[in-house]
């Protein structure tokens, strides 16, 4: 799904650039460039973040 129009980011491809290494917020505006246009999408992405890193946690939690 497309969270962020301007540049044409889906939640995929935020979740692949959370995977890489990206954990906060600013990290993903200055590699995807989302929210720094508009900025209707932060609260999308700041969603998307926060759930991939509980998601990661918690399959982390589970494998120790």
Known sequence: MYICI???VTDNKIKESIDN???TMKS???ELKVGSKCGLC???VKKTLNNHLVQIAEA???IA
């Open 6 to 8: 301007c540049y044409g």
């Open 21 to 23: 290494g990206a954990q």
């Open 28 to 30: 993903l505006t200055k």
């Open 42 to 44: 932060r609260c999308s």
């Open 60 to 62: 982390e939690d589970a």
